[in-house]
């Protein structure tokens, strides 16, 4: 347990302990299911931890120039690259990281196939698909909603993969079971079965929640080799992101004032969801609160947090504890790894949380800390 004296606020700090965990189940789902999985750096990318992650998984895949940079330059190997449109201006910073690169049209893979066939080193091209079937209820995470940009459906494709296609993407999974994936790759298989066989790898996407509690990992893992069986010569691709850093750390916050209106009693805090916790906002979710009740409890101190930014809906609530909130106290949100860091905005100038990790040893290494100067740059 963290020593919350020793903890600056705020803070994330992840477990160093409670990362390999995670990366050891994602290792040994990728060896005992005969199967390519990597990072996905939209859900964490603080490269500061490559060098634990890379003992585990040593790939990774980027949708932007500066992700794919990231992974040439941190984790030491070249993106499996995936954007919903590229740019002129960043293709060539997109060829020289990557050794895989997924287009979302026929257009864009028209356009740019031709500096992929000039490029001195070999890249391998696919294409973006929508199986039009998603088990994902909120339409902001559901990549196959109707009318969705992203992956092209089988009218859209047409009958036959263009030359130079050598592989198929799709992702419609968000913290979703092998369940899901299992349902979804019968709609694959529906609408781009008689694909399949011909293209080198199949890469479906992010979403695998591997190591949530209950996830059924030996479902997933017979999934994977029977669909292999029917695949024999085709690479299977995973790319989860939360799952490698699924309960791995905290973020630590102070209360700082305490105010009452109508008797809703807010404790104010040091951190802004909007800016340092957003998936709060848009998913919208309750975390757990380390010592509070989820629920309020009736004649128990009960209190909604407050972000300190000056947007009114830059708040969660209601919490119960056992004491009286006090200021000064720690309030530590539990499960603040994934999709955090990543996310997070300067908005009013707010300061930043520090970037932690807590060492096997127990030791606290602090990576990062934000100052004026770094807001300040960022927006001139």
Not at 106 to 117: K, R, S, W
Request: proline share 6%.
């Amino acid at each position: 347990m963290i020593d919350l004296t020793k903890i600056p606020s705020p803070a994330y700090v992840m477990e160093e302990s409670l990362l390999r965990k995670n990366l050891t189940l994602i290792q040994s789902v990728k060896e005992r299911a005969g199967v390519n999985i990597i990072m996905a750096f939209k859900a964490f990318a603080t490269w500061k931890v490559f060098p634990v992650i890379k003992e585990y998984i040593r790939y990774s895949t980027a949708s932007s120039p500066w992700e794919a940079r990231l992974a040439a330059e941190e984790m030491g190997s070249k993106a499996h690259t995936y954007s919903p449109a590229y740019t002129e201006k960043d293709f060539p910073t997109i060829m020289a990281c990557s050794s895989h690169i997924t287009f979302n049209s026929l257009t864009q893979f028209e356009h740019f196939y031709p500096a992929v066939l000039n490029h001195p080193e070999k890249i391998s091209c696919g294409l973006r698909i929508n199986p039009e079937y998603s088990e994902v209820e909120t339409d902001l995470y559901n990549p196959a909603a109707p009318g969705s940009r992203l992956g092209m459906t089988r009218e859209a494709l047409g009958k036959d993969l263009p030359e130079g296609v050598e592989g198929l993407h799709f992702h419609t999974l968000c913290e979703s079971s092998s369940y899901a994936l299992e349902n979804t790759l019968k709609h694959v298989e529906a609408k781009f079965g008689d694909l399949l066989p011909q293209v080198k790898w199949l890469n479906m996407g992010g979403g695998h929640l591997i190591s949530r509690e209950g996830y059924d990992v030996e479902h997933l893992i017979q999934l994977l080799l029977n669909f292999k069986k029917k695949y024999p010569d085709t690479e299977i691709i995973l790319e989860p992101g939360a799952a490698f850093v699924w309960q791995t750390g905290v973020l630590v916050s102070s209360v700082v004032d305490i105010v009452e209106n109508k008797g809703i009693k807010t404790a104010i805090l040091d951190i802004s969801f909007t800016c340092h916790a957003p998936d709060c906002l848009e998913m919208p979710y309750k975390p757990v609160v380390r010592g509070a009740y989820r629920e309020p409890v009736p004649g128990k101190p009960t209190y909604r947090f407050g972000g300190n930014s000056c947007l009114s809906g830059d708040y969660l609530g209601d919490w119960s504890f056992d004491n009286v909130l006090k200021i000064g106290d720690k309030i530590v949100f539990e499960d603040m790894i994934h999709y955090t860091i990543v996310k997070t905005t300067m908005f009013n100038g707010i300061p930043h949380p520090d970037l932690c990790l807590r060492r096997e040893n127990g030791d606290l290494e602090t990576f990062r800390k934000f100052g004026y100067e770094d807001y300040k740059n960022r927006i001139s």
